[in-house]
């Protein structure tokens, strides 16, 4: 399968598209599912609903049905912002422009016996949960979870930053939420204490002691502004501090219904991504503020739906000798009634993000006759039991 662009989908347009339509866009995009998406999706859980017996019941019917969708079209999970943010703060580069999706699964890397070398990608914890839940399995503490995560979504504790919005009172009230952030911007750019914003961020960030030791270790060695120390940490706390001046002035509200503080968590993925699909007009504002880059795109959750009913159409109904043409130049999409996905295709193509729809020509592999299939099989399977401990299993037919 051809990798396609990062395209980062917030719940209401995951909940939006069928299988067929996610099987049309994993066709031509590397769907992208943030770690704030697990949390809402396991949030509807405790949504309950009425069972036949007219008693409540919690509603697993939907978090398989979303589950599923993840699992059958091999979307990506993002790594954690959190997790990020503290390796860009210890020294590590956090790469926002390549277009890599930051995914730390376990692995494991042996040299076998026979000189070479195997390495097994383990699943992760939050892939073997959405498995669990496509099952219908849902472990004890996933529902308590999901019943704080409901209780969060309703009571927001903004008081716990009272200091901060306090702070964030301007003299002039900004009127426009792009004001609003060039002041925040500007506050906190050239702040004078820049150590002080590090140590909010690594306080915020709930962080152990030994890390921000750490952390200080370097800082104190080379001080510097928070942006050149740790640029995409600072690009989260710049989204931070933005919501908490939007509270103190009084252009953005969070409650239960309009859950502010739970959509503004989207954007900290941002900068990996090449497009954002959403059907939040919160979403649609905060992009113009965030969604910076050039070779950016936002998608209205229903545009993208309509396009990809057009996409999954051909691939099913259109005729066969046009579809293995635009194989050979997949992730590109078919020249046909797109035009909003195109764009996100033209644009890419026209800043050298990707190459151009020529360049791909011809890029289908050969298909594999079933003997090939079956040995590259033995293969695997072979050097999977022996990094799982089976120290014969490559000498064994």
């Not at 979504?153 to 792009?178: A, G, H, N, S």
């Not at 306080?203 to 890390?211: E, F, M, R, S």
């Not at 502004?225 to 710049?238: D, H, I, K, S, V």
């Amino acid at each position: 399968m051809v990798t396609g662009p990062p395209l980062l989908l917030d719940k209401s347009t995951l909940q939006s598209l069928n299988p067929s339509k996610m099987e049309a866009l994993s066709r031509h995009f590397t769907v992208v599912i943030p770690p704030i998406l697990l949390w809402e999706i396991m949030g509807d859980l405790y949504s309950k609903k009425r069972n036949a017996s007219n008693e409540d019941s919690l509603n697993t019917d939907l978090v398989q049905e979303i589950a599923n969708k993840i699992v059958t079209h091999s979307a990506v999970l993002h790594t954690d912002y959190r997790t990020l943010c503290i390796h860009n703060m210890l020294g590590n580069p956090v790469t926002s422009s390549s277009g890599y999706i930051p995914n730390v699964p376990a692995m494991i890397i042996k040299d076998t016996p026979d000189g070479g070398t195997a390495a097994l990608i383990d699943q992760s914890v939050e892939m073997a949960m959405i498995f669990n839940w496509q099952a219908g399995i849902f472990s004890d503490k996933e529902k308590i979870f999901a019943a704080e995560y409901r209780k969060e979504k309703r009571d927001y504790d903004w008081k716990k930053y009272e200091k901060q919005i306090k702070e964030l009172e301007f003299p002039v009230k900004p009127t426009t939420l792009t004001t609003l952030y060039d002041l925040v911007n500007k506050k906190y750019s050239s702040f004078q204490n820049q150590r002080m914003l590090i140590q909010w961020y690594c306080l915020k960030l709930q962080l152990t002691p030994v890390a921000q030791s750490e952390i200080f270790r370097r800082y104190d060695s080379n001080p510097t502004t928070f942006q050149r120390f740790a640029p995409y940490a600072f690009f989260c706390f710049l989204v931070d501090m933005f919501f908490l001046a939007g509270l103190a002035n009084l252009l953005i509200t969070t409650n239960e219904k309009s859950k502010t503080h739970i959509d503004v968590e989207y954007i900290y993925y941002l900068p990996f991504v090449r497009a954002f699909s959403s059907s939040d007009k919160f979403h649609a504002k905060l992009w113009k503020i965030f969604g910076v880059e050039e070779n950016q795109s936002f998608l209205w959750g229903l545009e993208l739906s309509s396009e990809l009913n057009v996409l999954k159409n051909f691939w099913e109904s259109g005729k066969e000798e046009e579809r293995s043409q635009i194989r050979k130049y997949l992730p590109y999409p078919p020249q046909t009634d797109c035009p909003e996905i195109a764009k996100i295709f033209k644009k890419l193509e026209d800043s050298n993000v990707m190459m151009s729809r020529n360049s791909y020509e011809g890029n289908c592999a050969n298909e594999r006759t079933e003997e090939e299939k079956k040995a590259l099989v033995d293969s695997i399977m072979k050097k999977y039991r022996f990094l799982k401990g089976d120290t014969d299993s490559l000498f064994l037919n």
